[in-house]
């Protein structure tokens, strides 16, 4: 029987930057399913070419899930030092994720129009976007990472979805995506298929 994961919002300080405070795992494990979390740990480095060492992350259809990306990032870019996140969903709140950090141990800042924390080695920036992705993808400017998780119904319901995802991130971007971007012509990095629920996780290189 898969553990049961509640989220529940609270009102939580903002204790400010502190690079010193990592993430509780025991914490972590109530916002995964059974062995979900030990996958992700086990992810490996992905080699990317890109020249900043800041990197920005666009997220659709993000709801809850703010600690998938941050293992991710956490795993497979030892050498990054700043990202920003561009998180966009049509609902949710921007409470819900202040509140898994401050319960996971991460301390966060308020800066201008999101919230700033160290993750592991990472600064992070973080903004939420409540807005329908097929609006947010006609101005935002290019991205470095492309993450997806359980949209592909979502996206299925627009027209070259992806075509229009692929055509805004930056060259030697990648997509991390649970499913789909088999067609648009993206370099295909080998990972473990089981990181997906769907069985086609994609990890890919625009060139
Ligand atoms: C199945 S949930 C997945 C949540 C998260 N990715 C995860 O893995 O836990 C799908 C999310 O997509 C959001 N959503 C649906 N259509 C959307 C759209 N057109 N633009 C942005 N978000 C959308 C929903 O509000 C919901 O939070």
Known sequence: MPNLIIFEEKE???LG???EKK????????????????????????EHTFSATEVSLLYPGCGTDILTPLLYLERIMPRIER????????????AM????????????AECEGGIQFHWQHILVTLYFHQQNIARFLHNCPEYHIY???CF????????????????????????????????????????????????EMMVGRKR
């Open 97 to 108: 994720f202040k509140t898994i950090l401050y319960e996971v141990g991460i301390s966060f």
């Open 147 to 149: 993450f997806e998780k």
């Open 152 to 199: 592909r119904i979502m996206k299925d319901r627009m027209p070259e979805y992806e075509q229009v995802v692929f055509d805004r991130l930056a060259t030697s971007g990648l997509v991390i995506s649970d499913s789909g971007f088999l067609d648009v012509g993206l370099e295909k990095i080998e990972v473990d298929l089981k990181l997906s629920a769907y069985g």
């Open 17 to 19: 930057l502190n690079r």
């Open 83 to 94: 990202v920003k996140l561009h998180f966009v969903d049509t609902s949710g709140s921007f």
């Open 23 to 46: 993430p509780d795992i025991e914490k972590m494990k109530e916002y995964f399913f059974d062995d979900e979390l030990e996958m992700l740990q086990g992810l490996q480095t992905i």
């Open 12 to 14: 939580v300080p903002a």
